[in-house]
């Protein structure tokens, strides 16, 4: 999985091909959206508080009841209250 997210063997060694474990500083507002059921959401728990330890605000949310990918599925209830999320957080950088 990694090597498919970072495109190729010489991009795994790079620390910015990742989200995190690099550090940090400087970077800019982030809103992490999980799915409650999902085995890549430890990964995104981790990252939202390596952001808050480099300082980054960060609003971290896990929507209950949901499964990955559940932002790609318009029909699903919960696609409605993660884009609404995604909305209004845009909404507040205005």
């Given at each position: 999985?990694?090597?498919?997210?970072a495109?190729?063997r010489?991009?795994?060694s790079d620390?910015?091909?990742?989200?995190?474990?690099?550090p940090?500083?400087?970077?800019?507002p982030?809103?992490?959206?999980d799915?409650?059921r999902d085995?890549?959401?430890a990964?995104?728990?981790?990252?939202?508080?390596e952001l808050l330890?480099?300082g980054?605000?960060?609003?971290?949310?896990?929507l209950?009841?949901t499964?990955?990918?559940f932002?790609?599925?318009p029909?699903e209830?919960a696609?409605s209250?993660?884009?609404?999320?995604?909305?209004?957080?845009l909404?507040?950088?205005?």
């Open positions: 999985m990694n090597l498919d997210h495109g190729s010489a991009a795994l620390p910015s091909a990742f989200a995190g474990g690099h940090l500083h400087g970077s800019p982030a809103l992490l959206v799915a409650d085995a890549l959401r990964s995104s728990e981790r990252f939202a508080l330890a480099a980054v605000p960060v609003e971290h949310h896990v209950p009841g499964s990955h990918a932002l790609n599925r029909g209830r696609f209250a993660g884009v609404r999320l995604i909305a209004d957080w909404a507040r950088r205005r």
